[in-house]
């Protein structure tokens, strides 16, 4: 099986049986200074291309992917006794699948989108709230079209790890690793 089925099987597992944000997950960045950064995010799609997730193209994870685009993802279910990890290369997605997810946001979500300003220092919440009620007028005719700034990256993975938990700490972990086009399987130590 293509690990990303398997990713793909796990991850509907998982939104039948997690109370709480099934698709959330870890992504780790590595900026020019070599310092990881990791934060939690959405997963937004999955398919044989690899995971995506969506944000703001000035935000601290984009600029670090575009000085090193590359990332590692974590995607844990206490609910399935599961965990995916991911690597590999990042790619931004087409502008055509960044406006259709876009499109399919809330209204407060797209709002949002245009309000944040990503990363950068907010030296109060006023001001935040004052720059909602300043876009939400903007588009005040119902259509909020997708800012310029904000699109999705698509994590191309080239390395795989499928963890599940054993009793007595001898969890089963299987490893694929892309060489070319195919998957190398093995299996891990715990």
């Not at 039948?16 to 937004?44: C, F, I, Y």
């Not at 206490?78 to 931004?92: H, N, P």
């Not at 979500?109 to 950068?120: D, E, H, L, R, Y």
Request: aromatic share 10%.
């Amino acid at each position: 099986m293509d690990p990303t089925e398997q990713i793909a099987a796990w991850f509907s597992d998982a939104e039948q049986k997690e109370s709480s944000e099934p698709a959330s997950m870890s992504v780790a960045t590595v900026g020019l200074d070599g310092r990881p950064s990791l934060r939690m995010v959405l997963v937004r799609g999955i398919d044989e291309r690899g995971l995506i997730f969506y944000t703001n193209l000035t935000s601290r994870k984009a600029i670090e992917l575009s000085e090193n685009p590359y990332a590692a993802l974590c995607l844990h279910w206490k609910s399935t006794d599961r965990q995916i990890r991911v690597e590999g290369k990042v790619e931004l997605v087409s502008d055509g699948e960044a406006d259709e997810y876009f499109a399919g946001r809330d209204r407060e979500s797209q709002v949002a989108a245009w309000a944040s300003k990503q990363s950068q220092i907010l030296k109060n919440r006023p001001k935040l709230e004052s720059r909602v009620r300043k876009y939400e007028s903007m588009f005040d005719d119902g259509r909020v079209p997708r800012p310029e700034f904000w699109s999705g990256y698509r994590v191309r993975p080239d390395r795989i790890e499928f963890w599940e938990k054993r009793p007595h700490r001898l969890h089963e972990r299987t490893l694929y690793v892309r060489h070319g086009g195919s998957w190398e399987q093995s299996h891990l130590y715990p």
